[in-house]
């Protein structure tokens, strides 16, 4: 009111603009924004579909010049001749035996292993069969260890063999380039030419509209629009400077307008604190509370949970549209430069080269024998062969292995530890890798290398020569044609775009430009303010030291609060529920890279919240620890908040990570609300101060400044034509003493020049901390809900906590459970209900035919004389444990049914239970049969005519 405050900078925080000013708010381009929502969200389909072909063709022919750059300047195959003339001599320049046995060797080896793995030993066996096991599956092993070194020796003197012989080990390096130009020109005869000049024009013109998407600026808008969207929906981490008692912005100043009326403050003062002045003073204030509610009102659309993924959305489609190339509607010139390269290929096709092709393949997988084979050779490691097969022996843990008499009775040791170990399946595992490569199809591979040699005229390289000029052609477009493929597949990413998303950006923008007038009016907000001021507004505006106080209590009001939050969401178990959703999500990535890098940002959830469980369980200690029922002064109420928050521990909650995993996979699934709730519960979690040491200062002052507030507010409820009430015991008064003026704020006696110029002054001093004492009232009246009814809320949660489901799965089958019990009644299922109710109970014993008695839940336990008595009554059990018999009242003698009113007062009788309430239908008094009821204690003094 006295200009200290500008009042855009107060309405900016409540309405939770965060750091966007009022002005930028009215100043928002929303015309365009719309005009680019608009073009996006007609991609799908106002872009050309005519020319998806040619989109496709030109990305075949880069396919191809990609591939071609593996065969560059391969005209002939120069190692041809020499490649034929080790073949012819491979034969006499290897000896497979060697190989061969030492494939057996080892073989033997691997073979012993498994029948020693599948030996059954009873467990009281006979010596002899003992002996007879070491003979046949141990005495042998160092025999077979000892072949094996042998023949591996063998095999390893031929290495140089490999050497001299290279050409046929590395085969593939010689002739797979005819391979890969035979299948560069299988894909070049399929591939069609770009076309003609009419559907060029039509792709630059797609490519054009794109462009014209970027044409003017709007990422200020999109910033701003977004930083609204957060600012609104996670308040949290708003500086508020002016406001800052008024958390929820405007919605709080509205509850303020009802709570300062609550008549607790009254009883709790004992009438001390008047509620009508306080009203009457702060009114001033709350005669502004309806344009911005007004204001709030209309922005509530953009506080919904899934703004912050439509306009993430947004910014994704942006990135994209700015990478197009530029100028990219004149990448299409290039394919009269393609249609050049294309008539330097040859005339042939992949027909011509199909034997040869043939022939390379069996090349090839001859190249594989030997480089296998010269592998396996160079493999060979004497030494540590050696002592692998010493450490086996030695784990085997004879003491002397050939000897049969002290061998035998140590096997079924050794069993056990075989069979509980993974020693000899490694072993096994270990010759095998050995073993790998050295056994060879000598007869395969000797009509494999005729074949080749017959066949070898076959491997014909006529037109390769032309085929490499169009490669060397295609590789000059390199940079155009790479232009071309990106442009073509950000069209074709766009295509798809969400309209639905996008039309949501736009109503945003639209709901912000919906409140802009309203909001350059706010202006007159003061001189309003200053028509309404009356002596009581001014009076309110002299608490000492207002705005210190306020910040004192409020800030330690704000720890507690969030303490409590902190309790309350880790008590309520739905941190517990965060990651399966989220590890869902991770397992559906199929980038690995990705996948990792998401992971380590979510880290280990259960130490996560189990670490905040341990910090909440100390606040929880304290917040059971306080004695609520002595608090009786505000004072009280300090000392109660001072003590709690001396007590707390910091509590340190780092989600930076955990956020950043989330802002990654929300954009990967189809339905993110679910990870979207998850990550706002974070951000609030993480937005919570818990540094309760660094704010000291202000909670040890709490007491002091509530006192404060309290004298002050009992001087102030004292009406001027009143006499000044009795000092509290609990609060004794302090401050300035009353100012006599009248009714309604009129002068007795007039004022002298200093009463009336310090009365300017402290009106014009004053006015500037109306804000300090609406601030403490709310809080304050948080306070006292904070400790009241903290527990009852959290009996509450805990009482919903119990009745949802675990998970939205869960609730899925329990309803289509449901669905499948209900029974829709038809006149067949009707006759069986009917045919089952009659078969327990006669039809005659029925007192409606339309009624009928379910056989399951009847009374079958019911016994007269001894007998079952079957009757028409139900139980029912209701979840809370309670039990209820619903029955028919009984029937009279007549010619449709038979006399049950013995069955049933039998019934009453026996079933008569402190948990069982009775519902039936209406029984006449002269039907009630008193020698039942005498039986009965609680009816034994009931009025012998009205029973």
């Not at 391979?179 to 630059?204: C, F, V, W």
């Not at 202006?523 to 309003?528: A, E, N, T, V």
């Amino acid at each position: 009111m006295d200009g200290s405050i500008k009042i855009e900078d107060a309405v900016g925080e409540l309405l939770n603009f965060g750091t966007l000013k009022v002005s930028d708010v009215v100043g928002f381009n929303v015309d365009s924004v719309k005009e680019l929502t608009g073009k996006l969200k007609q991609l799908p389909t106002s872009l050309d579909k005519s020319t998806e072909e040619l989109e496709k063709t030109a990305i075949g022919w880069n396919k191809l010049r990609k591939k071609s750059e593996s065969v560059k300047g391969v005209d002939d195959l120069p190692q041809k001749d020499a490649y034929f003339k080790a073949l012819e001599n491979y034969e006499s320049n290897f000896n497979f035996d060697v190989y061969e046995e030492a494939d057996t060797a080892l073989n033997e080896i691997i073979s012993s292993l498994e029948r020693i793995e599948k030996l059954k030993i009873p467990d009281k066996p006979e010596l002899q069969a003992l002996k007879n096991i070491h003979s046949s599956h141990f005495n042998t092993i160092p025999g077979f260890f000892g072949t094996a070194i042998g023949k591996l020796q063998d095999a390893q003197a031929t290495v140089n063999i490999f050497t001299s012989n290279k050409i046929l080990v590395d085969s593939h390096s010689a002739f797979a380039p005819f391979g890969t130009m035979i299948e560069l020109i299988n894909i070049r005869s399929k591939l069609k030419s770009p076309g003609a000049q009419k559907i060029h024009t039509a792709l630059g013109n797609k490519f054009q509209q794109l462009t014209d998407l970027i044409s003017k600026p709007v990422e200020p808008e999109i910033k701003g629009l977004s930083s609204l969207i957060h600012s609104r929906i996670i308040p949290d981490f708003n500086k508020q400077i002016y406001t800052s008692g008024f958390h929820n912005g405007v919605r709080d100043l509205k509850k303020l307008a009802l709570e300062i009326r609550d008549p607790w403050i009254e009883e709790f003062t004992g009438n001390a604190i008047s509620t009508s002045r306080l009203t009457d003073g702060i009114q001033t204030l709350l005669n502004v509370k309806d344009q911005l509610l007004d204001i709030d009102a209309k922005l509530k659309p953009v506080s919904t949970n899934n703004n912050p993924t439509s306009m993430a959305y947004l910014k994704n489609v942006m990135q994209e549209v700015s990478k197009m190339p530029q100028k990219s509607a004149e990448l299409v010139n290039m394919f009269p430069e393609l249609v050049t390269c294309i008539s330097k290929a040859s005339s042939l096709g992949p027909d011509h080269y199909a034997d040869g092709q043939k022939v390379i393949e069996k090349i090839l997988a001859v190249g594989k024998v030997f480089a296998e084979l010269a592998a396996a050779v160079k493999r060979i490691n004497i030494d540590q062969h050696q002592k692998d097969m010493n450490a086996f022996i030695k784990f085997l843990g004879f003491k002397n292995i050939k000897d049969e008499d002290s061998s035998a009775p140590e096997i079924p040791g050794l069993m056990k530890k075989i069979k509980t170990t993974d020693t000899l399946k490694k072993f096994k595992e270990l010759i095998a890798g050995i073993k790998k490569g050295f056994k060879i199809d000598k007869s395969a591979l000797n009509t494999t290398a005729d074949e080749i040699i017959a066949d070898q005229t076959t491997i014909d390289t006529t037109g390769f020569k032309e085929e490499g000029k169009m490669h060397e052609c295609l590789q000059k477009l390199k940079d155009k044609f790479e232009k071309l493929e990106k442009a073509i597949g950000l069209t074709r990413k766009l295509s798809g775009i969400d309209s639905a998303t996008i039309q949501n950006v736009e109503n945003l923008a639209s709901t912000v430009a919906s409140v802009k007038n309203e909001l350059t009016s706010i202006g007159s907000i003061p001189d309003s303010m200053k028509k309404d001021v009356k002596e009581i507004t001014t009076e309110i505006n002299k608490w000492p030291e207002s705005l210190k106080s306020s910040g004192e209590i409020g800030q330690s009001v704000a720890l507690l609060s969030h303490a409590n939050d902190f309790k309350m969401l880790v008590s309520s178990r739905d941190l517990d529920e965060f990651d399966a959703p989220v590890q869902t999500q991770i397992t559906a990535i199929k980038d690995g890279n990705e996948q990792d890098k998401i992971k380590t940002l979510w880290g280990d959830h259960k130490k996560f919240v189990s670490d905040l469980q341990e910090s909440s369980n100390q606040i929880d200690t304290i917040g059971t620890s306080l004695k609520l029922a002595e608090i009786k002064t505000f004072e009280d109420y300090g000392t109660a908040m001072k003590t709690s928050l001396e007590t707390m521990k910091d509590v340190k909650i780092d989600v930076k990570t955990k956020i950043e995993a989330l802002d990654a996979l929300i954009p990967l699934t189809k339905a993110p609300a679910e990870l979207e709730k998850i990550k706002k519960t974070l951000q609030h979690l993480g937005s919570l101060d818990l540094a309760f040491s660094s704010h000291t200062s202000h909670f040890q002052k709490v007491p002091n400044a509530l006192k404060s507030l309290y004298d002050f507010l009992v001087t102030f409820s004292i009406e001027p034509t009143q006499a000044p009430p009795p000092r509290s015991g609990n609060a004794p008064l302090t401050g300035r003493p009353p100012v006599y003026s009248g009714s309604n704020g009129g002068s007795s006696g007039g004022y002298d020049e200093k009463s009336e110029e310090r009365e300017a002054s402290h009106e014009r001093i004053g006015l500037g901390v109306v804000i300090g004492v609406l601030l403490l009232l709310f809080i304050i009246l948080t306070c006292y809900k904070y400790f009241t009814k903290r527990f009852i809320k959290k009996q509450l949660r805990e009482w919903i906590k119990a009745q949802r489901y675990p998970s939205a799965p869960t609730a899925h089958r329990h309803h289509d459970t449901c669905l499948k019990t209900i029974v829709i009644e038809t006149e067949k299922f009707r006759e069986e209900m009917q045919k089952e109710s009659h078969d327990y109970l006669p039809e005659r014993k029925h007192r409606n035919p339309g009624i009928l008695c379910n056989p399951e839940t009847a009374l079958h336990k019911l016994k007269k004389d001894g007998e079952k008595m079957p009757i028409h009554a139900n139980l029912v059990k209701s979840k809370n444990g309670k039990r209820f018999i619903a029955c028919q009242a009984p029937t009279d003698k007549s010619k449709d049914h038979d006399d049950t009113t013995e069955d049933f007062w039998h019934m009453v009788v026996k079933e008569r239970c402190d948990n069982v309430v009775m519902l039936c239908q209406c029984v006449e008094s002269s039907e009630f049969p008193a020698q039942f009821f005498q039986k009965i204690p609680e009816f034994q003094n009931f009025p012998e005519k009205n029973p």
